[in-house]
């Protein structure tokens, strides 16, 4: 047995470790096992100092590293030893210099378990307390103003704690120790039941009276955590479909509210790891596979094999599942295309004529932030949309570098600023094509700026000069690159997994400018972030009329149809449609656009098969034609082929399209055409991608592009892969789609501040 003072460690913990609740754990974890020291934060995260039995520190450094609490990240732990020295006892220390100005503020996250029985225990003081949280959950990156991370700061300060708060908020014994949003009912926020004009409702519960209006088929807009949601009674059909009146929103799905996991199995098919999702502290929407209606309006998700599932993960939601209807659409508050509305204020406005009453708050929300979704695809959860509950949360890079500000594309736009190796990716901003949506790029990109303390040295862009974030970055004071929007695809899939070194690179996606002015987007690179070369791409095909043929497939499928078989068949697809015009500016080559995307092939493809002529959405066509195939690619496949010309394949879609029109002539079925096309996509990206590897002598293939959010072309094209020995690269920290791309321009923008940059040849 150890006698005298003992030994004694130094522990330097780096990661999400402030804010977290992480210097209450270390302080219960130490004193329980009888240690003298402490504990203080730093710039990079916290030191620990313990002194006693070296097998006492021993369990403590395993504890450590095992036993966190579940907001808090370790990405690195230094174990020095130190002389002893002279505590008693041991301490939470005041923080050391600087270390405000480096805190990973965390992300909001869902109702924990402890606060939620709280919450619904009659002999507890915050009983159906709409704002209850602790150190473990509850609001934080939606309600940070500025640095330091302390209660002033954040839309909290004009709530001034009660003695028993205060006493809690002080305790580091207590769940509730430094947790900034800490309030109950005698000091904290209130919720406010309004009626449509906006005048306050007099009632004596709130949540319980918006629930009962919910029973009525009302249409509710309630204030979230990070904006407002609409919500209506899910198996209300006349309510839905009021709902998508109202909103504007024709056909694109709802996402849905469950009050608990056994609702949700009842509905929907579910994995261990989709179980697991819902009820992370994240509480992402997860797209669910559907297996009984259970009386849902078909108006929910039409269209879709899929349902857009969330468990209440904010004190309120729950209170309001406890009461409402078993499901609820719980859909965001906005117009198409607009970003979420978010402020007391423009509500009213904003969304007049939409809701019939308002169940709104006074706690403000600083900072916008839409739910996040996601998927189960090959085994791993996937992001669509990264946003509440991720961000601000970094992705871990291989390497550090310069601060590098990458903005994102047009549609599903985020920005990534790079700092160490943080890649800090903001929430979900929208489609840049409004005044709103600029505005909402501004701001954010300027608080999380603020927030890490840190300008960029280089601003990277997407290569389209008409971008909305081409043009913002061309009016900042700050150099810039313009990078290819499929190279920084392939970067971000790389960055995402730390890989070192090239890859063969399948891009597919809808729209992408080229480096020769055409819109690529069924692309096979090979390369890193230092640069790539187009080895391969889809044939080009003709767009007449720009974005009226994105929204009228029918319009690709004509001008695909007349590129591959000239003597131009009569289809059902035509019948009724305005043909004449269409096929007069295919001759005239007026308004008329090459393409090599692959998305737009989806699109054709659906219209020619007679599954979707006209969208009201960007995909919609390319989803109904994933769904028709049931699930399945199965074995027939489509006659593809490739061909070389000036030094580059081509892969030959006029083959796929042509076979898929005959095969609608002889009567094939929706669902065997579908099949057959996604064959033949697997069959095609499997020999070019052998034709890749040959040439570089790479086994290594990168997956990215929003086209990969097709589970039965990702799943299929995977696994096949994998199967003839390729080692696959794909997403799931960042979404396939446009919302990981800023993430890819800003480790782009590193090489070239690196002199290694040498773009797309």
């Known amino acids: ?92 220390g005041a923080s050391g210099p600087g270390a405000e100005i480096e805190t990973l503020i965390p992300p909001d996250i869902a109702l924990c378990g402890d606060c939620r029985r709280e919450l619904f225990d009659p002999t507890d003081r915050r009983y159906r307390y709409p704002f209850i949280n602790c150190t473990n959950c509850g609001p934080r990156y939606t309600i940070v103003g500025r640095l330091p991370y302390d209660r002033p700061f954040t839309s909290m300060h004009g709530f001034a704690m009660c003695p028993a708060c205060e006493r809690e908020y002080h305790d580091p014994l207590d769940r509730r120790f430094h947790a900034q949003p ?45 904006g407002f949601h609409l919500a209506v009674d899910a198996a209300n059909d006349a309510a839905v479909r009021r709902l998508r009146e109202r909103k504007g929103r024709e056909a694109k799905p709802f996402a849905v509210m469950m009050g608990d996991l056994e609702t949700v199995s009842k509905l929907c098919e579910l994995s261990a790891l989709e179980s697991e999702a819902l009820t992370s502290p994240e509480a992402p929407i997860v797209l669910l596979r559907r297996k009984d209606t259970g009386g849902l309006s078909p108006e929910v998700a039409p269209g879709n094999d899929r349902l857009g599932v ?71 959860l996937r992001q669509i949309r990264r946003s509440r509950g991720f961000v601000p949360v970094p992705v871990f890079l291989r390497d550090g570098g310069p601060v590098v500000l990458g903005t994102g594309g047009e549609l599903k736009n985020t920005f990534a600023l790079l700092k160490g190796t943080h890649a800090l990716l903001s929430q979900h901003i929208g489609d840049m094509k409004n005044y709103e949506a600029l505005k909402h790029f501004e701001h954010t990109t300027e608080h999380l700026q603020h927030l890490f303390q840190v300008r960029p040295e280089l601003i990277v862009h997407d290569l389209h000069p008409g971008h909305m974030t081409t043009r913002w970055a061309m009016e900042q004071e700050v150099p810039l690159l313009a990078v290819q929007h499929h190279h920084a695809h392939l970067a971000s899939c790389l960055a995402e997994n730390r890989e070192d070194g090239p890859a ?153 399209f042509g076979a898929a029109a005959e095969s609608v002539l002889l009567g094939m079925t929706v669902r065997e055409i579908s099949r057959m096309f996604h064959r033949s996509l697997v069959n095609l990206f499997l020999d070019i991608t052998a034709k890749a590897s040959e040439a570089s002598g790479l086994k290594t293939v990168a997956l990215s592009g929003g086209v990969f959010q097709n589970a039965l072309l990702f799943e299929t094209l995977a696994g096949e892969l994998e199967r003839v020995g390729y080692r696959v690269l794909s997403h799931s920290l960042v979404p396939s789609n446009d919302g990981g791309l800023s993430l890819g321009q800003a480790v782009i923008g590193r090489s070239f501040l690196a002199g290694r940059y040498i773009g797309v040849c």
């Open 504 to 656: 063969i690179g399948l891009m597919l996606d809808g729209t992408g400018y080229g480096t020769d002015g055409t819109i690529w987007g069924g692309e096979v690179l090979i390369g890193d972030e230092n640069g790539a070369e187009r080895f391969a791409c889809f044939e080009p095909m003709p767009i007449a009329g720009g974005e009226t043929a994105i929204m009228q497939p029918w319009r690709l499928a004509l001008g695909y149809l007349r590129r591959c078989r000239p003597d131009l068949p009569s289809l059902p697809f035509m019948d009724g449609r305005p043909v004449g015009p269409v096929l007069e500016l295919l001759q005239r080559g007026t308004h008329v656009y090459e393409t090599s995307s692959c998305g737009r092939l989806f699109d054709a493809v659906a219209a020619l098969s007679g599954l979707r002529g006209e969208i009201s959405f960007e995909g919609q066509a390319a989803i109904e034609l994933m769904h028709a195939a049931g699930g399945s690619a199965g074995t027939e496949a489509f006659p593809h082929g490739l061909r070389k010309e000036n030094g580059r394949w081509l892969m030959l879609v006029s083959s796929i």
């Open 182 to 226: 800490n309030a109950c009912p005698v000091c904290g926020p209130a919720a406010l039941l309004c009626d449509a004009t906006g005048e306050k409702v007099n009632v004596p519960d709130a949540v319980a009276a918006a629930a009962a209006m919910l029973h009525e088929g009302k249409i509710l807009a309630l204030k979230g955590v990070g």
């Open 310 to 380: 969330m468990l209440p993960y904010s004190p309120l939601h729950a209170l309001l599942s406890a009461d409402a209807p078993e499901v609820l659409v719980m859909t965001s508050a906005n117009f198409s295309e607009e970003p979420i509305v978010s402020d007391n204020g423009e509500v009213f406005s904003r969304l007049s004529g939409i809701a019939d009453a308002f169940l709104v708050h006074d706690r403000p929300i600083y900072r916008k932030c839409d739910d996040s979704v996601a998927v189960e695809l090959s085994g791993k």
């Open 1 to 92: 047995m150890e006698s005298g003072p003992g030994k004694r460690r130094r522990f330097e913990v780096n990661g999400i470790v402030q804010g977290v609740g992480f210097r209450p754990f270390v302080y219960r974890l130490a004193v329980g096992l009888g240690l003298k020291g402490f504990i203080r934060n730093t710039a990079s995260g916290v030191l620990i100092e313990v002194q006693g039995p070296t097998e006492t520190i021993d369990d403590f450094s395993m504890r450590l590293r095992t036993e966190g609490p579940p907001l808090s990240r370790i990405e690195t732990i230094s174990d020095t030893v130190l002389p002893p020295g002279e505590e008693q006892d041991f301490s939470i």
